[in-house]
């Protein structure tokens, strides 16, 4: 590795959580390389905007795959005869996407494998949606545990994988004030599932819901585009 700086591959979606787990990981001294799916979500303008932002946050790479989860179904957010709920709702949200967060890791596994990275970065959070099983603590560390035993580094070389996830504990108010300190510009990430083409928010759906009452709790000015009429 020529690197000074030891490299990490962060999960990368373009949206408000992924954008600040990237200013967290730079703020730790890794050489990021940012990696997004192309999962047939709808919401499209997301990968969009995740293009900008790693450009302009000077990652070391960005890659961004096309995996099929989409030719699975099962999901309001790749499946478009299946409405997107609008907030408050019960238990797991229509929006859970089977085993994503599996599959994302799996991916970033092998790419940090690749890159002879030891860190793994994803924005999961506990808290606001809280009814993501592939969210809670109790997975990641079942899935770091998995990577340990799973890869050939590990295994010969004795590398240990960690899995970093510094907002699983966060509210979004408490994500966004972090954010800020490290000067994140959330003007031009993008978290609604509605998005039109060029990014603007439908103000409407769980992730519009919970990204405003972020700004609004943490007193800052919700600098989203949101859509004409909203
Ligand atoms: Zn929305």
Do not use: W
């Amino acid at each position: 590795m020529t690197d000074a700086k030891p490299r990490a591959v962060v999960l990368f979606s373009g949206g408000l959580d992924s954008t600040t787990i990237l200013a967290i990981a730079k703020a730790r001294g890794f050489s990021c390389f940012a990696l997004s799916f192309d999962y047939g979500q709808r919401h499209g303008a997301e990968l969009s905007a995740g293009r900008a932002i790693a450009k302009l946050m000077g990652v070391a790479g960005h890659r961004i795959l096309r995996i099929g989860l989409d030719d699975l179904g099962g999901s309001a957010l790749t499946d478009t005869t299946r409405a997107v709920p609008e907030p408050p709702g019960e238990g797991i949200p229509e929006t859970y996407v089977p085993a994503r967060n599996t599959v994302f890791l799996a991916y970033a596994l092998a790419y940090a494998e690749v890159l002879g990275a030891r860190d793994i970065f994803i924005g999961v959070n506990a808290v606001d949606y809280s009814g993501y099983p592939d969210c809670r603590p109790e997975f990641i560390s079942a899935f770091e545990h998995m990577a340990n035993l799973a890869t050939k580094s590990a295994v010969q070389d004795h590398v240990r994988y960690r899995v970093h996830t510094p907002l699983i504990r966060l509210t979004k108010a408490e994500i966004i004030q972090c954010g800020k300190r490290l000067g994140v510009r959330y003007s031009i990430t993008v978290s609604c599932y509605n998005a039109d083409e060029s990014g603007r928010a439908c103000g409407h759906c769980d992730a519009c819901y919970y990204r405003a009452k972020g700004f609004c709790e943490a007193a800052i000015t919700d600098p989203t585009r949101y859509q004409p009429g909203v």
